[in-house]
């Protein structure tokens, strides 16, 4: 057992190492990246859409790029583990540009004017203003984006093993996969621990001091207006998809793009025009495309059937986690005198990533009827829960207290209590987390409906539905048809922009009214 503990601290320091590496590279990028769209708006218009869709996209998406690239220009150990933090880093790094470019856009404009009044340098603005400014978001974030990375590290390390000269030698996720997939139960729990333990250690050794020291700007920065968020909010809503991710100690709903009024935003019937030919003629020439290709054609059905099936699975986990975090988030919200306990025991247990337990969880349900589906059940709510409940304790410093004092004096509590404080209160966190958390689940479907490890065999399958895209990307991607693969993440990029831009904008502007 000690020579196991002394494999498995290794193991996971390995996969800390590569953690590490990425966050740190991420947080380099995404101030670059989010200041530059910031300050210019050009740069605005390219970078936020891409990033926005680049977020949607799940982490196998850009696994060929890392096997034909990365792997092929960096040979050996080296350039496998450099793939690892490559696709570590793909999970990681959008919401921190997102955070950078929202500190930088909602700076008070007294220190710009300050700066141009002393004459400042881009340099010296970038050094004096732009990066101190940002830090706050960027630490913030960046414990969202850990948590994260520990999900897509197992997911990077069990991929990475899937073919024997691109196998990691090193790593907490191939590990417990393994040990758990052979029996060896007492190791796999002992792992389990080690792992928990780094988890506990970076939050309290790493990221609390961080915060400590970082959210000291915050204190001297002007907080934007409730209603400013949420104007800033919608627009962005009526250009680009807000596939964004939950702040945990701030207001849910984010700042991506400048605000304007109607009537800047209003296009010309001549861009109008322009705009529904264009679209028409790309729409034209898919067709086309699609219907003299009877290849193209077998694959769209097929690819429709997986995206109809995945998406029924995606919100019946959703409405189970609406079910469970709703009430816990509201007793934490207005019930329970010690939150900030509750809040960081789920933090802690929300940084364990599914895929560590999926082992486990396939174990305890193979002899249920569906066993397939309620392991990927189980992967789905895992997965978007915790967007949920931290998406709605967000709302903690936007719940004016005149309304708690109301409550208290007048003794309001049971049903009239949630119907006219309680869900009022939530519902721009619970929404905010419903974008991000249904978000999760689609990135895990890669997991959830198709999973497998080298631990029996060669790539034995741990648990598969029987359809679903998930899957689909999963197998297309090991049978090289990248093809198949293109048009399933074309067709899953297509529905979320869809689903983003006819359904939360809607929700959102009914949210506005309410507050109003």
Avoid at 341 to 354: D, E, K, N
Avoid at 452 to 469: D, H, K, M, Q, R
């Amino acid at each position: 057992m000690l020579s196991y503990v002394w494999q498995l601290l290794i193991d996971t320091s390995f996969s800390w190492v590569r953690m590490f590496a990425a966050l740190g590279l991420s947080m380099l990028i995404g101030l670059a990246v989010g200041i530059y769209a910031a300050i210019n708006s050009r740069a605005e218009k390219l970078i936020i859409p891409i990033v926005d869709i680049l977020q949607t996209l799940p982490i196998l998406a850009f696994f060929p790029f890392v096997i034909y690239i990365i792997v092929a220009t960096i040979p050996g150990y080296i350039g496998i583990n450099a793939a690892v933090v490559f696709l570590i880093i793909t999970s990681m790094l959008w919401n921190i540009i997102f955070g950078v470019y929202e500190a930088v856009r909602t700076l008070p404009k007294e220190y710009i004017e300050l700066a141009d009044l002393y004459g400042m340098s881009p340099m010296q603005r970038l050094a004096k203003i732009y990066v101190p400014a940002s830090m706050p978001k960027v630490v913030e974030q960046s414990t969202l984006s850990w948590a994260i990375g520990l999900f897509y590290l197992v997911t990077s390390e069990i991929f990475s093993t899937s073919r024997a000269n691109y196998a990691v030698k090193h790593g907490i996720g191939v590990a417990l996969t393994n040990l758990a997939v052979s029996g060896n139960f007492a190791e796999y729990a002992a792992g389990i621990a080690i792992f928990i333990l780094f988890v506990i250690a970076t939050r309290l050794l790493f990221f609390a001091p961080l915060e400590r020291y970082f959210n000291r700007f915050n204190e001297n920065v002007q907080k934007p207006s409730t209603a400013y968020v949420a104007k800033r909010m919608l627009h962005r809503l009526n250009v680009h998809m807000p596939l964004i991710h939950i702040k945990r100690r701030r207001a849910a709903i984010p700042l991506y793009a400048h605000a304007r009024t109607k009537k800047e935003n209003a296009p010309s019937s001549a861009k109008k025009s322009k705009a529904i030919y264009v679209y028409a003629l790309l729409a034209a020439v898919a067709l086309i495309a699609v219907f003299t290709s009877k290849t193209i054609l077998h694959y769209e059905a097929v690819v429709l059937l997986s995206l109809i099936l995945s998406f029924a699975r995606v919100w019946l986990a959703f409405l189970a986690i609406v079910v469970v975090a709703v009430p816990i988030s509201i007793y934490l919200l207005f019930v329970s005198k010690r939150p900030g306990w509750y809040v960081l025991l789920i933090q802690i247990i929300a940084s364990i990533p599914a895929t560590i337990l999926l082992p486990l969880i396939v174990m305890a349900l193979r002899n249920s009827p569906m066993h397939n589906e309620l392991v990927a059940f189980s992967i789905f709510f895992l997965s978007g829960i915790w967007y949920v409940i931290f998406g709605i304790l967000s709302q903690r410093s936007y719940i004016p207290q005149n309304i708690l004092e109301v409550k208290k004096i007048f003794g309001i509590k049971g049903i009239l209590a949630w119907k006219k404080i309680y869900i009022y209160a939530i519902l721009p966190g619970l929404l905010t987390g419903a974008v991000t958390g249904i978000a999760a689940e689609w990135n895990a479907s890669i997991v959830a409906e198709y999973f497998t490890t080298t631990a029996i065999g060669n790539g034995a399958v741990i648990t598969s539905v029987s359809i679903g895209i998930g899957k689909l990307l999963d197998t297309s991607l090991d049978s090289g048809n990248m093809l198949l693969m293109g048009i399933a993440l074309i067709n899953l990029t297509v529905m979320i922009i869809l689903i983003n831009r006819f359904v939360w904008k809607r929700f959102y502007e009914k949210i506005e009214k309410v507050y109003k």
